[in-house]
T-cell receptor, first 115, second 120 residues
Framework: AQSVTQLGSHVSVSEGALVLLRCNYS??????LFWYVQYPNQGLQLLLK??????LVKGINGFEAEFKKSETSFHLTKPSAHMSDAAEYFC?????????????FGTGTQLKVEL | NAGVTQTPKFQVLKTGQSMTLQCAQD?????MSWYRQDPGMGLRLIHY???????DQGEVPNGYNVSRSTTEDFPLRLLSAAPSQTSVYFC???????????????????FGPGTRLTVL
């Protein structure tokens, strides 16, 4: 079975500092990996995805993630945090067997951005 | 396009009551799914459907029923509500992997705004 692990349920950074949110995956087949963001009292919005086309994936709002097969990681980064980045972030892996698209999510990382 | 819509936004039930959470999408997506979100546990898949008339169980299906009579709608039924079903419920949809005609990658899922359910 596929799974993802997010290290750190809460991360706090200063505005303008580097954002690094960690995600490690477990999969017996080449994975489809995603990062979603959830703002308070809202649904989930796709930040970026890895579907084997390129190992460095750029997403919305200045975020990017690098797929590292040797480390089974897909960490999310942003060079300079903004107050508007405060949200909960979820890493997920997709099981596409049978034409479906079942997502298995990590437990989430709450990002706090301080002045 | 309205995207994925869910009703109601909030609901309070008593133990043993039944109800249906509604989900609709206007993007002609074949794949639809229901997740529940609980603190510290991320989102967990309840049921999913790869097309009208086809449904299957996810990770946490007990206590829930689904049906898919049309491409647009995918209601989630709680048969006899229990306090353990207190959660936030999200519906999601995506094109089948074979399509992707929207120009987006076929595997992106679009989420509704959620239904916050409390069972007393």
């Amino acid at each position: 079975a596929q799974s993802v692990t997010q290290l750190g349920s809460h991360v706090s950074v200063s505005e303008g500092a580097l954002v690094l949110l960690r995600c490690n995956y477990s999969s017996s087949v080449p994975p489809y990996l995603f990062w979603y963001v959830q703002y308070p009292n809202q649904g989930l919005q796709l930040l970026l995805k890895y579907t084997s086309a390129a190992t460095l994936v750029k997403g919305i709002n200045g975020f990017e993630a690098e797929f590292k097969k040797s480390e089974t990681s897909f960490h999310l980064t942003k060079p300079s945090a903004h107050m508007s980045d405060a949200a909960e972030y979820f890493c997920a892996v997709s099981d596409i067997a049978g034409g479906g698209n079942k997502l298995t999510f990590g437990t989430g990382t709450q990002l706090k951005v301080e002045l | 396009n309205a995207g994925v819509t869910q009703t109601p936004k909030f609901q309070v039930l008593k133990t043993g009551q039944s109800m249906t959470l509604q989900c609709a999408q206007d993007m002609n997506h074949e794949y639809m799914s229901w997740y529940r979100q609980d603190p510290g546990m991320g989102l967990r898949l309840i049921h999913y459907s790869v097309g009208a008339g086809i449904t299957d169980q996810g990770e946490v299906p007990n206590g829930y029923n689904v049906s898919r009579s049309t491409t647009e709608d995918f209601p989630l039924r709680l048969l006899s509500a229990a306090p353990s079903q207190t959660s936030v419920y999200f519906c999601a949809s995506s094109p089948t992997l074979a399509l992707g005609t929207s120009g987006r990658a076929a595997d992106e899922q679009f989420f509704g705004p959620g239904t916050r359910l409390t069972v007393l």
